[in-house]
C-alpha cells in the first residue's frame, strides 16, 4: 500500500522538481548522458522544460516501459567512448553503486562540460533510518539493488577529490516533499551538485 500511494503521489512530485532542479543547472545545446536512469522519467521531464538538450540513458536493468532511449550496462564500466556528453546526471544513483567512485570517475570519463549529481546526505538524527526506508518504498519493485551506501558531506567531499571534480553548485533545499511529509524525509538529506571535471577547467 505504501509502495502504491508513493508511486501516485510522491513519485510525479519528485519528477517534476528533480527536473526542475537539473534542467536548470545544464549547459546550453548539451548532448547528456542519464547515468542510472529508471524508467527514463526525470529525463523526459528536462527535455520538455529543455527542449535544446538530448538525454540517452544508460542502466543495469533495462525495465519494459522507458521514456529515453536506454543501453544497458554493468554498473561500473560506460560503454561510450571519452568525452562523448557534454554533461551527464546522476540522479539518486550512487549510493546504489557496488564502487561510487569508479562510476563517478567513469562517468567523468565520458563528459566534457559538467557532472549533475543528486543523491543523499547521511547527516542528522534518523538518517539512515529515514533513507533506508525511502530506499525501500522507492526501488524493491524494480528489483534494484540497495547496498545503502550513503555518505556524509565529508565523504562525498573526499569522493569528489578524488575523481579531481569539484563542485560549483551545491544545493540542499529541494522541496520534494510537501508538508508535513517534508519535516521527515526533506530535512538535510538531499542535496543537488554540479561538478566540473578536470577536462572542463
Known amino acids: ?30 548532448w547528456v548522458l542519464d547515468v542510472g536512469c529508471g524508467d ?7 527535455m520538455r522544460l ?5 538525454v540517452v540513458g544508460i542502466d543495469t536493468l533495462v525495465r519494459p516501459v522507458v521514456a529515453i532511449s ?38 567523468s570519463r565520458v563528459c566534457r562540460r559538467c557532472i549533475v549529481i543528486k543523491d543523499h546526505l547521511l547527516q542528522g538524527v534518523g538518517a539512515g533510518l529515514t533513507l533506508r526506508f525511502m530506499d525501500r518504498v522507492g526501488n524493491t519493485r524494480h528489483s534494484v539493488a540497495t547496498p545503502y551506501t550513503y555518505l556524509s558531506p565529508q565523504q562525498w567531499a573526499s569522493l569528489f577529490e578524488r575523481d579531481d571534480l569539484v563542485p560549483d553548485l551545491w544545493e540542499e533545499r529541494l522541496g520534494l516533499y510537501p508538508f508535513p511529509a517534508s519535516l521527515v524525509f526533506e530535512r538535510s538529506l538531499h542535496f543537488v551538485a554540479r561538478l566540473a571535471p578536470a577536462s572542463a577547467r
Not at 508513493?6 to 517534476?16: D, G
Not at 529543455?50 to 538530448?54: E, F, G, N
Not at 550496462?73 to 569508479?102: C, E, K, T, W
Open 50 to 54: 529543455r527542449p535544446d538538450l538530448s
Open 70 to 107: 536506454v543501453v544497458r550496462f554493468d554498473g561500473r564500466r560506460i560503454p561510450f567512448r571519452n568525452g562523448s556528453f557534454d554533461a551527464a546526471i546522476l540522479v539518486d544513483v550512487l549510493h546504489h553503486a557496488d564502487d561510487p567512485a569508479v562510476l563517478l570517475a567513469d562517468t
Open 40 to 46: 527514463g522519467a526525470v529525463a523526459r521531464e528536462i
Open 1 to 30: 500500500m505504501i509502495e502504491r500511494l508513493h508511486e501516485r503521489s510522491v513519485r510525479p512530485r519528485r519528477v517534476r522538481i528533480l527536473a526542475a532542479h537539473l534542467a536548470a543547472l545544464l549547459p546550453r545545446d548539451a
